[in-house]
């Protein structure tokens, strides 16, 4: 009796322990990236539980302003992210008029780790008959800045990458996949990266005090994606999936391989 109390209370313990930080306080950490001058950051919004996705290791969670995958392990496990995709041409959702964003990032940390992010991509805006894009970089808590010199439009094939060099050095890469010419930015920050987590993300971002009107993107496939650790690389296999949600709307879908993230537009 003693004995068998004993063993379900050290099972209890062993679950609790294994277990992960919990969905809610890792989607509740989850930071975004800041434009400087006009895009404004802060922790994520958990809108609903996490479903366990059948056998799966995969969760999906429901975000306002977040959609992907995110791969989450122990400090000091990734130290560069990357993919390529197609860039998209941005339209207003149907009914809609006005300027429309979104974007379209790798990164390491922000969900897990909340005291910094590295990440670059491309921003897409539709506003009217009008489609612009902005490739960026940033280091959280700094603002995200404009590369220049790296024209981008709808269909280029581009490659976005980060790596950390160490906890508070690394560099944001972006590659025309046509040309291969790149452009690359060394950043170094005072707040450490943890190393561990690494996504693959379309994001509603905030500017000003709300949410930038969600583009219909199409969709993004983040090809060759992978996460680099001191054991090699890893593909998104296993992440966790988060879809963007609005108003009661599901925005997005998401799937992944072990070599790919699709980011739908529904
Ligand atoms: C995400 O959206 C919520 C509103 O639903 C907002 O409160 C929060 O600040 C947003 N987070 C980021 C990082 O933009
Ligand atoms: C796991 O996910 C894959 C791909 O989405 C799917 O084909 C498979 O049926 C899922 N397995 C379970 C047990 O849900
Ligand atoms: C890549 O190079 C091709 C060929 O010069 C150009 O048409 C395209 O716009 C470039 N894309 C980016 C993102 O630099």
Known sequence: MLASALVSIALLATTAFAAPPSRSARM??????????????????????????????????YSSNWSG???????????????????????????????YSASAWVGIDGDSCETAI??????????????????WYEWYPDYAYDFSGIPIKAGDTITVTVTASSTKAGKAVI???????????SLTSSSALCEQ???????????????????????????GASATTSSGSVGPSGSDIIDLRQSGTVLTSVSTTSSSVTVSYV
């Not at 949410?211 to 969709?219: K, Y």
């Open 28 to 61: 509740e950490s989850r930071l975004a990236r800041r434009r400087e001058g006009a895009h404004l950051s802060r922790p994520n919004q958990r809108l609903e539980s996490s479903s366990l996705n059948g056998g799966n290791v995969s969760h999906v969670d």
């Open 69 to 99: 995958a995110v791969l989450s392990s122990g400090a000091g496990t990734y130290k560069a992210v990357t993919a390529s995709f197609v860039v998209p041409t941005p339209k207003a959702p149907s009914g809609g008029s006005g300027t």
């Open 118 to 135: 590295l990440q670059t991509g491309v921003d897409f805006t539709v506003d009217g008959g009008s489609v612009s894009y902005d490739a």
């Open 175 to 185: 590659e025309n996949v046509t040309t291969g010419k790149t452009v690359t930015k």
């Open 197 to 223: 987590d690494a996504e693959w993300i379309v994001e509603d971002y905030e500017e000003g005090s709300s949410l930038v009107p969600f583009a219909n993107f199409g969709s993004v496939t983040f090809s």
